[in-house]
């Protein structure tokens, strides 16, 4: 697929770069990857089909309603056709193993899922019974055994074959699947799971995809004018490789650059590199964010004087790149902070850049090199797994993607002094 071109409205200054070729893959939320490691223990008895509306609303009206853990998004009765394969055979590996004896000498009716039995020399998997079902009862944290074992044994199902239920204990997710591919998963490896077509973990998923589709046509595009920027200020040796656009989609005449920036963090502090960290306001976010806030001033009827501080935040243009976007008259008067805009970054930020990136109130944000030691977008391992774009705790919430580059076109992003830079 050809890329597509750049957008009328940029400036020659920035000497046209050939758009990134490559894919966004949304950022999950911390509480996405929690969900996808927080298990449960759940109890589950084999009861015979005819009986089992009698079992649930016996289980519902002595067990469920104590107990107040969220189980809905799990099947409660499951053929045995339906139940994943491990949990197929371990079943099935109980009951022909019968009851097993404790120290007493009384039936032991836990059995605790950790043994798989092996597939027969054919090749082929238990043949199910379908004359029973598989009954999940409740959650083991809130209910004993004991509870369970004396409930399921005083319905007459139980008492007429004269038998004790098997009560089995298996591990099952303790969250909501958040996409349908999850649900699909789960249902393949712990126990069968519904998806709902909501994400109690993260953006919804019509919100995430009308979202990329809007960016595809020009997100390599605003990659590729970070990398430039990145380079402008690594050539000049005022700042490591780092870049970063923000765009305004709604304009006009189409989504328009409104300003452009690469860090600047060595700038008049070179003697001091090797020591010290540098200008940390000077971050490529920090420096961009500026830019947007100062046009945002010079675009009122009387603005207030630029701060006396400049030199410390460097929120003007530094380069011919730089200048060429902020001159233009691109950014609508009186807006507030970054609400409404997007940022393009060639690095995933700092902590205190993503935390700059979500007070200013940014709608979208996309960076292209993963930074495990120092970024704080990503909620994922290895890294600091901070998902700062996406906490219930914070009060605003943005959507995130990492831009994946095609590997040819790696090597040619500036490189960084450090590997644990913080961008």
Same mark, same amino acid.
């Given at each position: 697929?050809?890329?597509?071109?750049?957008?009328?409205?940029?400036?020659?200054?920035?000497? %046209?770069?050939?758009?990134?070729?490559?894919?966004?893959?949304?950022?999950?939320? =911390?509480?996405?990857?929690?969900?996808?490691?927080?298990?449960?223990?759940?109890?589950?008895?084999?009861?015979?089909?005819?009986?089992? /509306?009698?079992?649930?609303?016996?289980?519902?009206?002595?067990?469920?309603?104590?107990?107040?853990?969220? !189980?809905?998004?799990?099947?409660?009765?499951?053929?045995?056709?339906?139940?994943?394969?491990?949990?197929?055979?371990?079943?099935?590996?109980?009951?022909?193993?019968?009851?097993?004896?404790?120290?007493?000498?009384?039936?032991?009716?836990?059995?605790? @899922?950790?043994?798989?039995?092996?597939?027969?020399?054919?090749? /082929?998997?238990?043949?199910?019974?379908?004359?029973?079902?598989?009954?999940?009862?409740?959650?083991?944290?809130?209910?004993?055994?004991?509870?369970?074992?004396?409930?399921?044994?005083?319905?007459?199902?139980?008492?007429?074959?004269?038998?004790?239920?098997?009560?089995?204990?298996?591990?099952?997710? %303790?969250?909501?699947?958040?996409?349908?591919?999850?649900?699909?998963?789960?249902?393949?490896?712990?126990?069968?799971?519904?998806? =709902? =077509?909501? /994400?109690?973990?993260?953006?919804?998923?019509?919100?995430?995809?009308?979202?990329?589709?809007?960016?595809?046509?020009?997100?390599?595009?605003?990659?590729?004018?970070?990398?430039?920027?990145?380079?402008?200020?690594?050539?000049?040796?005022?700042?490591?490789? @780092?870049?970063?656009?923000?765009?305004?989609?709604?304009?006009?005449?189409?989504?328009?650059?409104?300003?452009?920036?690469?860090?600047?963090?060595? =700038?008049?502090?070179?003697?001091?590199?090797?020591?010290?960290?540098? /200008?940390?306001?000077?971050?490529?976010?920090?420096?961009?964010?500026?830019?947007?806030?100062?046009?945002?001033?010079?675009?009122?009827?009387?603005?207030?004087?630029?701060?006396?501080?400049?030199? !410390?935040?460097?929120?003007?243009?530094?380069?011919?790149?730089?200048?060429?976007?902020?001159?233009?008259?691109?950014?609508?008067?009186?807006?507030?902070?970054?609400?409404?805009?997007?940022?393009?970054?060639?690095?995933?930020?700092?902590?205190?850049?993503?935390? %700059?990136?979500?007070?200013?109130?940014?709608?979208?944000?996309?960076?292209?090199?993963?930074?495990?030691?120092?970024?704080?977008?990503?909620?994922?391992?290895?890294?600091?797994?901070?998902?700062?774009?996406?906490?219930?705790?914070?009060?605003?919430?943005?959507?995130?993607?990492?831009?994946?580059?095609?590997?040819?076109?790696?090597?040619?992003?500036?490189?960084?002094?450090?590997?644990?830079?913080?961008?």
């Amino acid at each position: 697929m050809k890329p597509p071109p750049l957008p009328s409205s940029l400036d020659a200054a920035l000497e %046209a770069p050939t758009p990134c070729v490559g894919h966004m893959v949304a950022l999950r939320t =911390k509480a996405e990857v929690r969900a996808t490691f927080d298990l449960t223990q759940v109890y589950v008895v084999q009861v015979p089909l005819q009986a089992a /509306n009698s079992l649930l609303r016996r289980i519902d009206e002595t067990i469920h309603r104590l107990e107040g853990v969220n !189980l809905q998004h799990l099947r409660r009765f499951v053929k045995p056709a339906s139940l994943p394969l491990r949990l197929r055979q371990e079943f099935e590996f109980a009951t022909s193993k019968g009851p097993s004896q404790t120290m007493d000498g009384c039936p032991e009716e836990k059995l605790q @899922i950790s043994r798989v039995l092996p597939e027969n020399e054919s090749g /082929n998997d238990v043949v199910p019974d379908a004359s029973t079902l598989y009954l999940l009862v409740c959650s083991a944290t809130a209910v004993s055994l004991e509870r369970v074992v004396l409930v399921l044994s005083s319905d007459v199902t139980f008492q007429t074959n004269n038998t004790k239920p098997r009560v089995h204990v298996i591990p099952v997710p %303790a969250q909501a699947p958040a996409s349908e591919e999850q649900a699909k998963q789960w249902s393949q490896d712990y126990w069968p799971a519904v998806y =709902k =077509k909501h /994400n109690p973990h993260g953006p919804a998923p019509s919100v995430l995809s009308r979202a990329e589709d809007g960016l595809q046509l020009c997100v390599g595009t605003w990659m590729a004018i970070a990398r430039t920027v990145a380079s402008d200020s690594a050539s000049l040796s005022v700042g490591e490789g @780092i870049g970063a656009v923000v765009v305004d989609p709604s304009m006009a005449g189409g989504p328009t650059a409104v300003a452009t920036a690469g860090d600047a963090r060595w =700038k008049g502090k070179m003697e001091q590199q090797v020591q010290d960290s540098g /200008n940390v306001m000077a971050h490529a976010v920090m420096r961009v964010i500026g830019m947007v806030a100062r046009k945002r001033r010079e675009a009122l009827p009387s603005h207030v004087a630029a701060s006396p501080d400049a030199d !410390l935040f460097l929120d003007y243009p530094l380069t011919p790149g730089e200048s060429a976007v902020y001159s233009r008259d691109a950014i609508e008067p009186g807006g507030y902070l970054c609400t409404g805009l997007q940022i393009f970054l060639t690095h995933e930020p700092c902590v205190m850049c993503s935390m %700059a990136i979500l007070h200013s109130r940014f709608d979208q944000v996309v960076f292209a090199k993963s930074m495990p030691r120092t970024g704080a977008l990503s909620a994922d391992a290895p890294g600091l797994a901070y998902g700062l774009f996406w906490l219930p705790e914070l009060n605003w919430k943005m959507l995130a993607w990492h831009f994946v580059e095609m590997i040819d076109q790696r090597d040619a992003l500036p490189a960084c002094t450090a590997r644990s830079i913080h961008a």
